[in-house]
């Protein structure tokens, strides 16, 4: 049974009951909320994601709860609650989901040190992993979005949770989060994309969540073996442009915005090296992401024949 | 999980959920990985379980590392300065290799410093670039005069936090510990710089800090210290408890100390030899004391439930307690002016309340 099958009561039920678990692969979340539209944005977003039993181990409790108070008369709110833990400002109550996103993100940074986590976006496609390093302004989310839509599997637009031991990349999977144009684009691209509720206004301005397909869910247990990395750049009316990278630089620019290299210390050191060392490395530059989508799709056909 | 680890092999999942999400609430997952390596059993728990006990001791370790990198600032900045400097808690137990230093957040690093030599090492912390991280006046007189320790400070760019004492517990408490005999008994740690608390005072250190310096609450995380302090100073050091109940004598911290094994041998199994029980019976406190103070501990000290909200059970025990360490820690005139300001303020909040409610 689906996320997508479930009634609002059903919802309801679970989300202010034992939780409605969310398992996205390389960690369980349970959510608990009192709020009374998240439960259906969720079902949009994880509507592939299958129902499961509240009887279980879970990485992270998140609850998102309305502010009570006299403030909620004027100016309602919600807040993020990890066991009993606070760790941002309320949001204004129509803006559950997203609150609910960057509070899971943030708490599985906190507790994801089993891992070298990566911020990136990682896609998969003929066994060929694909990190996509998360540089301010590159695009990185249209494009790990954009590759999903067109018969990659989507691993995770955010995380790359990195195996210490051999290097190999694990599903963190969650919805996508759009902002601002980068919805239109890929609304217009791939009008068949599922998205959760649109949320104007949040402090990254307009965000709205594309759902996982149904294949990246079915495989969200399986890791992979990075074999390209690939720092995306947007520039408006840019010809298309493919330029190596290499591992050195590409090293440094990987763990430079990674959530816990330096934590890890010598341990990370060795995951990122194994990570790199079997990789081929790109700068790409593109204005259309058709162009972006053809390219890859031919260094994803030579990287696994070669 | 902490005392007999082999028992949650057998655990259900959301056993496990449960003791996890409890264990991270009071900071104990770091002790727990610990724990379950030494006793290997960490490949007989749930691997979802396993990793997130890994995560939490791969925090402790580098935070280690960052009371390590401190350490040496410290000892390059106080380079002129020929006195003692004793760490205190979990700086001493990583440096002395102590299994309480194991898996622990460390937070801050605390010094012990003799009060005669504290303006001079204050001045040469300064001219190395630490700063104050308390700039209200108020707060600063506060520390100064009222409390154990310097307001913190911190070198811009270090990840540590460094708090200088010059005694263990606030000089407006009742309980006087003689800084100097501190200073005087203390040992130093192989290959550094540093001293460490006599086993005796370290132990008492940890107990004063709950019993005579704390409400309590919650504080499970500082009994499992305890009992690891207890534990292993008791199987190195020759006539540790006759040290312990002798010094605990001389510093009047003889009630809390008993509060401590109390809970101690009660709830972790700390292993108590034969004087040490007949101590507790010659030195309890009077039978209703002991009752009371036994159920409000057993209320407030666990660590609170992940989802539901204290019972009022806990929460009036929590008032209580905390009554008691004000009691404790203020002499009667500064507690009068203190009870006074916040009888003020609450009453002052109620009204307000009431007008919005109104409004």
């Given at each position: 049974m689906q996320i997508a099958t479930l009634t609002d009561d059903d919802l309801h039920r679970r989300l202010n009951g034992p939780g409605l678990i969310l398992d996205v692969g390389a960690a369980s979340i349970r959510v608990f909320s009192d709020t009374p539209d998240l439960g259906a944005a969720i079902r949009t977003v994880y509507g592939a994601f299958p129902v499961l039993d509240a009887d279980r181990f879970c990485e992270v409790a998140a609850r998102v709860r309305r502010v009570g108070g006299l403030r909620r008369l004027v100016r309602p709110q919600v807040e993020f609650e990890v066991d009993g833990l606070l760790p941002f400002e309320p949001f204004p109550a129509d803006t559950p989901l997203p609150l609910l996103e960057w509070g899971v993100n943030w708490t599985l940074a906190e507790r994801f040190n089993h891992r070298l986590l990566l911020h990136a976006g990682v896609v998969e496609k003929s066994g060929v992993g694909i990190v996509m390093p998360a540089i301010p302004g590159s695009g990185k989310s249209t494009l790990t979005a954009a590759l999903m839509l067109s018969g990659y599997r989507l691993l995770s637009d955010e995380f790359g949770a990195v195996h210490l031991d051999d290097g190999s990349l694990l599903p963190v999977l969650k919805g996508a989060a759009l902002k601002n144009a980068s919805i239109d684009v890929i609304h217009k691209a791939f009008p068949a994309a599922r998205f959760g509720p649109s949320y104007p206004g949040t402090r990254k301005g307009t965000v709205a969540h594309l759902a996982p397909d149904a294949a990246s869910v079915a495989a969200r247990h399986q890791s992979v073996q990075g074999r390209l990395i690939i720092f995306p750049l947007y520039q408006a009316d840019a010809e298309i442009k493919l330029e190596p990278v290499g591992q050195a630089e590409a090293f440094a620019k990987l763990v430079v915005n990674a959530f816990n290299y330096e934590l890890l210390g010598p341990a990370g050191f060795t995951a990122a090296s194994r990570l790199v060392r079997g990789c081929t490395c790109y700068r790409l530059t593109y204005a259309r992401l058709g162009d972006a989508i053809a390219e890859t799709d031919r260094l994803v056909l030579e990287t696994a024949e070669g | 999980m902490l005392t007999q680890p082999h028992r949650c092999v057998d655990w259900t999942s959301a056993q496990w959920d449960l003791a996890i999400r409890t264990a991270r609430l009071v900071k104990l997952l770091g002790t727990a990985y610990q724990r379950m390596r030494d006793t290997h059993l960490l490949d007989a728990i749930p691997l979802a379980v396993q990793q997130q006990l890994e995560s939490s001791y791969r925090i402790s370790i580098h935070r280690a590392g960052m009371v390590r990198i401190e350490l040496d600032a410290v000892r390059h900045a106080l380079a002129d300065y020929d006195g003692p400097i004793v760490l205190l808690k979990g700086a001493a137990y990583s440096l002395q290799g102590l299994a309480a230093g194991q898996g622990r957040i460390f937070e801050d690093t605390d010094l012990l410093i003799p009060k005669s030599r504290l303006d001079d090492v204050e001045e040469q912390l300064v001219v190395a670039g630490w700063e104050t991280e308390t700039p209200d006046p108020y707060d600063q007189r506060y520390y100064r005069e009222w409390?154990?320790?310097?307001p913190p400070m911190r070198a811009p760019g270090h990840a540590m936090q460094l708090d200088v004492h010059h005694?263990?517990?606030?000089?407006?408490?009742r309980f006087r510990p003689d800084a100097a005999r501190l200073v005087s008994m203390s040992r130093p740690i192989d290959g550094t710089r540093f001293v460490a608390l006599h086993p005796a005072h370290q132990l008492l250190h940890a107990v004063a800090h709950v019993f005579a310096d704390s409400d309590c609450v919650s504080r499970l995380r500082d009994m499992v210290d305890m009992d690891a302090l207890a534990r292993q100073h008791a199987t190195i050091e020759p006539d540790f408890w006759n040290n312990v109940l002798d010094e605990a004598r001389l510093a009047t911290l003889e009630r809390p100390l008993w509060y401590a094994l109390d809970v101690c041998a009660g709830w972790l199994e700390t292993p108590l030899p034969p004087s040490v029980q007949t101590w507790r019976v010659e030195h309890s406190p009077p039978a209703p004391i002991r009752w009371l103070m036994r159920s409000l501990l057993g209320q407030c000290m666990p660590p609170p439930s992940p989802d539901r909200s204290d019972s009022i059970g806990r929460r009036i025990s929590a008032k209580l307690l905390m009554l008691r360490y004000i009691w404790l820690r203020m002499p009667p005139r500064l507690l009068a002016y203190h009870a006074t300001k916040k009888v003020v303020r609450a009453l002052r909040n109620r009204f307000t309340a009431r007008a919005d409610t109104a409004a």
């Open positions: - | 409390s154990h320790e310097l005694t263990i517990i606030p000089v407006t408490a």
